[in-house]
C-alpha cells in the first residue's frame, strides 16, 4: 500500500468515526465520547493525553474562523436578518459535524505516528505487511 493510499483510507476511517488503523472499531462510544483504544485491532487512539490538541485545533478553530470572515464581512452586514439564519445554520453545521472532524484529528495523529515510528508507541502491525516492509509498503 502506498503512503497516499494509506492517508486516504485512515482520513476516510477517520471521517466515519472508525479505527484508523482497522477501519472496524469505533472511535466514540455515544455522540463524542473518545474511547481509549480500539476494540478491534487494539489501537490505542491517544497514547498520551493531549496527543491530538494540535490535531483537532486545526480542525475546529479554521471552521470558526471561517464562518467569523463569512459573517462579518459577508452576509450579516447587508442583510441582518439573513445573517442570522447563516450564524444559526453554520453553528448547527459546526456542533453536528464535531465528532467527525475530531475523527479526522485522531485520524492524522494515528498518520503521524506510522510515518515517524517511536519504538515505545503501541501501534499494532499492519495486517499483511512483511517482516521488511513498513505499514504502507514501503
Known amino acids: 500500500m502506498t503512503r497516499r493510499e494509506l492517508v486516504l483510507i485512515a482520513l476516510r476511517r477517520g471521517v466515519s468515526k472508525r479505527c484508523p488503523h482497522c477501519g472496524e472499531g469505533s472511535i466514540f462510544s455515544g455522540w463524542a465520547h473518545h474511547l481509549e483504544r480500539c476494540a478491534v ?14 490535531f483537532t485545533i486545526f480542525g475546529d478553530r479554521l471552521p470558526i474562523a471561517v464562518i467569523i470572515v463569512l459573517i462579518y464581512f459577508g452576509i ?63
Open 41 to 54: 485491532c487494539g489501537l490505542v487512539y491517544e497514547r498520551n493525553p493531549g496527543d491530538t490538541w494540535a
Open 76 to 138: 450579516g452586514r447587508s442583510h441582518p436578518l439573513l445573517g442570522s439564519g447563516a450564524v444559526v445554520l453554520l453553528v448547527a453545521l459546526l456542533v453536528s459535524t464535531a465528532p467527525n472532524r475530531w475523527g479526522v484529528g485522531i485520524a492524522l495523529h494515528y498518520l503521524s505516528r506510522v510515518f515517524w515510528p517511536d519504538p515505545a508507541d503501541p501501534v499494532p502491525v499492519s495486517p499483511g505487511a512483511g517482516d521488511h516492509e513498513g505499514p504502507y509498503g514501503g
